[in-house]
């Protein structure tokens, strides 16, 4: 069986059936167990992110009585007669066995590509990326609201995936596919317009693309946006990269991918 939390959670069996849990308290108490996967969660962390501030005198039993419930859905759709669900002091353990958790997928297959990287392999790399990031169905845990482990867990995956997803777009900037990125990082950098990475990655493409006068109207939009949304002007990466492009520096078309960011540009004027 997989389990996928990277979207809103839900469980898919071997013959491709797909199971949800309809009950909220009962589907947190299963992601908690799912992040913190083959690892104990105690009964207090457990009731904080079920309950938050407003757990019910009685909070331990309920929670007993949601762990014995999905016990049995979990042998239910698993067609198993021992349930994963361990109780262990002092809480509970979910354990994975042969089951899959496309949280670990993906950062299995970083890994791989990050090895691909190192052996100089890129396209290899790409691909690797590439499935790693079509693992996210939508927003992390869908709208599934919980406490301190599930918040800190949705935000950390939202973070590892705008991280591989910068990795992979400079892979494919390596591979000079500037032309063809042009399009999805303009989306991009609308969907995370303070990042300034993408800005870079961006202006990278359009100038490769030879449309630095576009290159230098997204430095502008950029600006403009860090000043209003922040009073901070861009970081001296992106600054560099400007200059580079008003001086038409043809060694932008040469950087290599290690080195992507400006300041191996400065450096070898220094030293010539």
């Keep these: 069986m997989i389990y996928e939390i990277l979207g809103s959670l839900r469980m898919m069996s071997e013959d491709g059936v797909c199971s949800f849990i309809s009950a909220r308290k009962i589907e947190c108490l299963l992601a908690v167990l799912l992040v913190r996967a083959d690892q104990v969660v105690t009964r207090s962390q457990l009731i904080a992110e079920i309950w938050s501030d407003e757990s019910p005198r009685r909070a331990k039993a309920g929670l007993h009585v949601y762990a014995s419930q999905l016990r049995k859905f979990l042998c239910r759709i698993g067609n198993r007669n021992e349930s994963q669900l361990l109780t262990r002091a002092p809480g509970y353990l979910l354990q994975l066995g042969d089951d899959e958790l496309d949280a670990r997928a993906f950062a299995r297959m970083v890994e791989e ?160």
């Design 113 to 272: 590509g990050n090895r691909h990287l190192r052996l100089g392999h890129p396209d290899h790399a790409c691909l690797r990326f590439e499935n790693a990031l079509a693992l996210f169905r939508g927003p992390v845990l869908g709208d599934l609201v919980g406490g301190p482990i599930i918040e800190g867990f949705v935000a950390r995956m939202r973070e590892s995936r705008l991280d591989c997803l910068e990795v992979l777009v400079d892979t494919q900037l390596e591979l000079g596919r500037h032309r063809e990125l042009v399009g999805r990082l303009q989306s991009i950098v609308v969907e995370n317009p303070l990042r300034e990475a993408f800005y870079y990655q961006l202006m990278l493409a359009l100038y490769r693309s030879r449309r630095a006068a576009d290159a230098l109207v997204i430095f502008q939009r950029v600006r403009a946006k860090l000043r209003e949304e922040l009073d901070l002007e861009p970081g001296p990466h992106l600054q560099e990269l400007h200059r580079a492009i008003l001086r038409g520096d043809q060694r932008l078309d040469l950087l290599p991918r290690t080195q992507h960011r400006l300041g191996a540009v400065a450096a070898g004027r220094r030293s010539a």
